[in-house]
């Protein structure tokens, strides 16, 4: 007989739970159990032979799904990057669900096979080449490393690719860009070019028609002229943060920007990769104490991919620090000595760097500065599973993307059943060494507890029953990994699933 609960239920319960088998998850990809595609095939970690099936599927949602998963290994996910939907292949471009900044890029291939895509007529389809590389520009898989590597690629789209990272290149780079022979190339470069140019900004500032946004991006990307800082300074002083932190900003500029009177433009100054001695000493004995903070953050001489480091680990609260992307590197040297500096700003950067050796993370795992051991929890696979739990514990805008990391723990944790924040009292109840099994929380005041309590297989069997047959907490009595294989094929098909 049919339970009093949706057969949505049961399917998207089974699809989530770790503990069913293969065959069980294999079925879950009939065009029937379509409500619990995302839970099975986006959501959780899969079998590989359930990822294989899933890529190869005949249904595009199926395989879109896929394409999501951020448990599948990204060169497992590239696979579908030939795929024959566009919405198949966008999904690969917009990276893992939930989208979060700290993401593994795609492999080379994949990129340059997404960036130098072309229409094919008649192939049908929503999406363009264009909006699909749209989708992969703002996924944090493309870092700035890969766009330098493809400066001299043999498509010409992808040298037209590299010529967007024009700060980074050399003077040769620029020169061959601009020398191209395929005319697609020498016009990105050419645009790229006029950012260096303080006469483009100039025609383009007072351009009727141009938003505040549009403004502000401009004075972030274009060298400024001085009559524009003027302006900036005496009409619309709004637009000097952008002044603060744009890189083509003239040095003259930028030492009157350490002296405003506005502590938070001293402040971003400070951070810059291109301050010269005198005027860091100047902020370093600044009277605003956030400002000598950052001046002595970082010591001269700074790269700007240090500097853009720096600027991602400052935060006077380590509750306000979270998972940065990759973007653009800094050199594994620079990390390493930052690992046993004096400053935590430094230590702080080293924390981000997955490819700190074991004896350095014990290290940070241990700092006195808690927002190094934050962000070596966000950052690095061997840090210690206390240290992450620590950060869940202390950091409630960062456990969305902490549950997805393996070394977050899920058992031991006994002494949180209690907790007063129901986050941290859901994932303790779900707590398979729990010493009893966590019946009083089927009744806790927070939805959350209450399922979490119902995936735990501590319950005793005709307590599981009772749960399958409740509405409320069927779905997640479905996922409890104490259910044999055997039950799991019941409950499919007692969910219509053929």
Known sequence: MLPPVAPDALLRGVAANRAAPSDVLLRLLAPEAKPARLDLCERRPLPDDVVEAALAHPEPGVRRAIARNRYVAVEIRSRLVHDPLDFVRAALAGGPRPRFQRVEPLPDEALAALLSAEDEPGRGGILTADEIRQELAFSFQLPTAFSLRTVDHPHPRLRAHAARSWQ??????????????????RDQARREARRLDPAALEALFHRPGLSERDRYTML????????????????????????????????????RLARHPDPALRRRVAERADLDAGSLAELAADPDPSVRSRALAHPLPRTRAQASVIHGVLADDPADLGPIGAGFEAEPDWYLAGAVSELPS????????????AHLVDRLADDPDEGVRHLLAYHHPLAPP???LAAFLASPEQREYLRTLPTLPRKGLQHLLTHEDPEVRALAAADPTLDHPPVELLTDPDERVRRAAATNPLLPPDVVDALLADPALAEAAAANPALTAARLHRLLDLAGLP
């Not at 430094?346 to 050796?357: I, K």
């Open 220 to 255: 972030w990307l274009y060298a400024v002229t001085d009559a524009i800082a003027e302006h900036c300074f005496t009409e619309e002083p709004g637009y000097l943060p952008a002044l603060a932190a744009s890189p083509y900003t003239p040095a003259h500029v930028v030492a």
């Open 386 to 388: 206390a240290t992450v």
């Open 168 to 185: 980074h290149l050399t003077p040769a780079e620029r020169e061959a860009l601009l020398a191209d022979p395929d005319e697609t190339v």
């Open 346 to 357: 430094l230590r702080r950067a080293a924390a981000t760097w997955p490819g700190l050796p």
